[in-house]
């Protein structure tokens, strides 16, 4: 027994060991010009090879300087992990490692600090040296559909899956028993932000399949597990959901694919699926796709859809993988952006599948895999913050541009850096507040996430179930204001270039067209408004908001008693007023919605911006405490620059940013007749 523990810390020693050396072998093939297909991806980068220059955030190199008027000889940064950023709220905010302590039945006890470090280092590395320098490649060559069966990745991206399953980082979270190293969560969740800010669309293969392999292990039978589960998890084989059809976005009600039995277990699906995500590559052999279908004289509606597994290649039940399975690939879609992943229109044709848990049940049973892809999405929204703002602050440091305001600072010069103007500024700080703020939103939301794993675990079926809630509210504003928030963000990083912005090898633009369907895929943001307002709030009689508030007040009033500085306490003041209003207006519009039901439409994105707002404010509090308590009494892991920056970056936010609030409540508030009462024919007289 004592071996099986310690067997999950061994396979990441060994992971760890395994990623430095695939490192060293590509840095000793690019120094012989080696013909690999990662050294040929890299060699599409404009900065082949970049040193540091701003501690966390940025690095450059020598091209393009002179025609951009820049300071010194830099150019577009290459991405750098905050891991300082992540320690801090790890070890400093959340007090992680006395947090794992507690899981002692979901891996806890074998994160300890020395493993949790060697875990985040490993894939820092990882995500600098072997995803970053494909992302830009990726963009310009994208997906070729080569065949019904076939489709090609970008260069590099096979080998860098490759490097990332011989190291076992596809099971990091999952339980040993079925092949994982059987660490925490939280830990997945913290380096998926790496891998996703430096290439996003690589880091949806292995992200989808996490969604079915948490689906397989919820919902499927024992057999199916030991089928298929072992193989997913090893990163062998990857995943899909296929969910829309071309008459069906997210109104699943009208879903059409059918599900015939065959009187042996198995099924035969067909019907039409689009925008499958990652749905043919050529980085495995299989592919496990999650299929909603309707099964003969199934009740109409959300309340007929079944879930079915559907594997691209039957596999016998000695697990030898046969014949294609009757699911080819019509096309894949011509995207503004993720070029890398392969978007597909997949056809079933009396393709061979197998029930997932219950008849009927299949979109409850679906939304393991919903919600789990849409905690991603959220990290989508603060990955592309992260790499804009990244890529915009060593641009802003460097870039000359007329003379400040207040006089001149680069005297030398012929003109200042853009830096020094406050509008330039204040893009930057909101990229900074978002990636930095929405990180600690993601952390918190992880950290739940374990405690509803671990009480799973050990059958506490109630306090599951309340994690479960809470996750289930907090989860439309990680996704929809998250999403927002990364579209902006990354919108302000192509403004702080200006010209230079909307030219495709400054990065920037690509950041803006990658993250723009964070905001659209798995539920728009007026869907997830409405799931926040409707469903998660009016629906349960205001349970989830009351209990929200509650710990906001507890925050913010404690705060404003005894917080560390006067300005923390007046920043509690502020949370906790915000938090009253918001408190307000949610039984304001539950009062108005019972007369006019339009109220709820009219309110709702407003209603999810204004919580979204909020519930940021509240972690800069908690950040700006944190760090002004490392200033007082010199424990801190990081020097004082990094605590200053934390609490001007929240007084920032509370003076320029949250403010926002008012315009949203005033106008969720407008009369629903203000946007029905002009009929939908006259809404042109031109077309």
């Known amino acids: 027994q004592q071996q099986q523990q ?4 061994t396979a990441v020693l060994l992971l760890s060991v395994l ?16 013909a690999s297909t990662v050294t040929q991806a890299l060699r599409c980068v404009a900065a082949s090879t970049v040193s540091p220059l701003f501690s966390n955030h940025g690095s450059g190199a020598n091209t393009h300087s002179a025609r ?33 302590t507690t899981l002692e039945n979901t891996g806890g006890l074998e994160a300890t600090d020395d493993m949790t470090s060697m875990v985040l280092e490993a894939s820092a590395q990882f995500a600098e040296n072997d995803l970053a320098p494909l992302n830009e490649c990726a963009d310009k060559e994208g997906c070729k559909h080569l065949g019904p069966n076939e489709v090609k990745t970008p260069k590099g991206f096979k080998e860098a899956y490759d490097t990332y399953t011989q190291g076992g980082w596809q099971g990091l979270s999952v339980d040993p028993a079925w092949g994982g190293q059987g660490l925490p969560a939280s830990l997945g969740i913290f380096a998926t932000e790496m891998y996703a800010t430096a290439n996003w ?22 057999d199916l597990k030991q089928k298929y589960l072992h193989r997913l998890v090893s990163g062998e084989w990857t995943g899909t959901m296929c969910l829309t059809e071309p008459q069906c976005g997210s109104d699943l009600a009208q879903v059409t694919t059918k599900a015939i039995p065959q009187g042996d277990g198995s099924y035969k699906i067909t019907g039409t699926k689009i925008f499958i995500s990652c749905g043919e590559h050529d980085m495995t052999d299989n592919i496990v796709h999650c299929v909603l279908a309707r099964l003969p004289d199934a009740p109409e ?3 007929g859809i079944s879930l079915f597994l559907v594997p691209k290649r039957k596999v016998a039940d000695d697990g030898t993988v046969g014949d294609l399975n009757g699911v080819t690939v019509g096309r894949i879609e011509d995207k503004m952006g993720c070029h890398g992943s392969s978007t597909c229109e997949l056809n079933f ?11 009927n049940r299949g979109l409850n049973h679906m939304f393991t895999f919903i919600n789990t892809s849409r905690i991603g999405t959220a990290i989508q929204g603060v990955a592309a913050a992260e790499g804009s703002f990244q890529n915009a602050l060593w641009y802003a440091k460097d870039r000359l541009a007329m003379r400040s305001l207040s006089g001149k600072k680069n005297k030398k010069g012929p003109a200042d850096p853009i830096i020094v103007h406050p509008d330039v500024r204040k893009m930057l700080l909101i990229q900074k507040a978002v990636a930095e703020g929405g990180r600690s939103m993601i952390h918190e939301c992880a950290i739940v996430a374990d405690k509803m794993i671990e009480a799973n675990k050990i059958g506490d079926t109630k306090a599951e179930q309340n994690y479960d809630d809470r996750l289930g509210f907090l989860t439309p504003i990680l996704k929809g204001f998250l999403t927002e928030k990364g579209v902006e963000a990354a919108n302000h990083g192509v403004q702080v270039y200006g010209g230079h912005g909307y030219i495709k090898s400054n990065h920037q633009e690509q950041i803006l067209r990658d993250v723009r369907i964070a905001s659209l895929w798995e539920g728009t943001t007026q869907i997830q408004a409405l799931d926040l307002l409707g469903r998660k709030v009016l629906l349960q009689k205001l349970k989830p908001i009351n209990q929200h508030c509650a710990k906001l007040y507890e925050q913010s009033w404690n705060l404003f008693r005894q917080g560390s500085s006067a300005s923390v306490k007046k920043h509690a003041r502020q949370l906790l007023a915000k938090t009253a209003q918001w408190h307000y207006i949610t039984y304001k519009i539950a009062a108005m919605a019972s007369r ?12 999810l911006h204004f919580a979204g707002y909020v519930t940021l404010a509240s972690h800069w509090l908690r950040m700006e405490e944190a760090a002004t ?9 990081f020097d004082d620059g990094f605590y200053e920056a934390k609490i001007k970056t929240s007084q920032f936010y509370f003076d320029c940013v949250l403010p926002r609030t008012k315009a949203h409540a005033a106008t969720m508030f407008a009369p629903s007749n203000s946007l029905m009462s002009l009929e939908s024919e006259k809404f042109s007289f031109d077309y």
């Open 629 to 637: 308590k490392k200033l007082k009494d010199g424990t801190g892991s």
């Open 349 to 359: 044709e009396d393709a061979e599948g197998f029930l997932i848990g219950s008849e």
């Open 301 to 303: 509606g959300t309340k």
């Open 6 to 9: 310690q067997q999950p810390c």
């Open 201 to 222: 669309t690589w880091a949806m293969y292995p992200g989808l399949s996490k969604g079915a392999i948490n689906t397989v292990y919820m919902h499927a039978s024992e």
């Open 596 to 607: 006019d039901r339009e109220v709820v439409g009219v309110a709702a994105v407003d209603y």
């Open 19 to 34: 990623l430095k050396m695939s490192y060293l072998a590509s840095v000793g093939r690019q120094a012989v010009a080696s």
């Open 68 to 100: 951009r008027g820049l300071a010194s000889t830099t150019t577009v940064g290459a991405y750098k992990a905050p891991i300082n950023d992540i320690k801090f709220l790890m070890n400093e905010v959340y007090d992680i490692p006395a947090h794992y």
